[in-house]
Structure formats: C-alpha cells, structure tokens
C-alpha cells in the first residue's frame, strides 16, 4: 500500500448540495476502513484534500467512483514519500 494525497476541484449546484449525505456516508465509511487517512474540504473555495492509502492510482479512483459528487470532481493525485502527523505520534504523557 502506498499514501496518496488526492486534490480535488469541483463546482457546488443544487444537485451537488443533494447528493452530500450519500457522499459523506461514503467517506465516513473509508475512513473508518483505513482507506482514508483524512479529509478535508474547503469552506470558502471547491477544494478538497484527501489522503488515501491504495496500491496505485487506479485504486484511488476506485474508491471515490462510489461516491455520488465523483462525476463533478476534477483530481491531482500525488504519491507521498512522507506523511507524519500528530496522529501517528505517541500520546503525550500526564503524570498526575
């Protein structure tokens, strides 16, 4: 498996706004299937960023087909060479 940070460009229509539960269902699935690693969206522009464990590109676009929005996304997809984060530290310790 190899990490992919995917950016994705779309244009927001009625439509769009409809198939969002669907969409988010989809997503929530993934990450909780360790497909997705995180998601972001932008609140002021259509862009979106998600990073995503497959075996190449091909599988990327795999899991996205599932959702709904896949047809309004236009994506740049980039293989990671390092990806770290607070998630993939050890927790903080707390003496009491």
């Known amino acids: 498996m190899y990490k992919y940070q995917v950016s994705v460009f779309f244009s927001i229509d009625e439509e769009f ?14 990450i909780l299937k360790g497909v997705i690693d995180s998601y972001a969206i932008s609140a002021e522009i259509g862009r979106g960023w998600i990073t995503m464990n497959a075996k190449d590109k091909d ?3 795999k899991h996205l087909k599932r959702s709904p929005l896949y047809k309004y996304f236009e994506m740049e997809i980039d293989q990671l060479m390092v990806y770290d984060s607070q998630m993939y530290r050890f927790p903080k310790m707390v003496l009491n």
């Open 17 to 30: 706004m409809e198939l969002v539960p669907k969409h988010r269902t989809i997503i929530n699935e993934l």
């Open 59 to 61: 599988g990327i676009h």
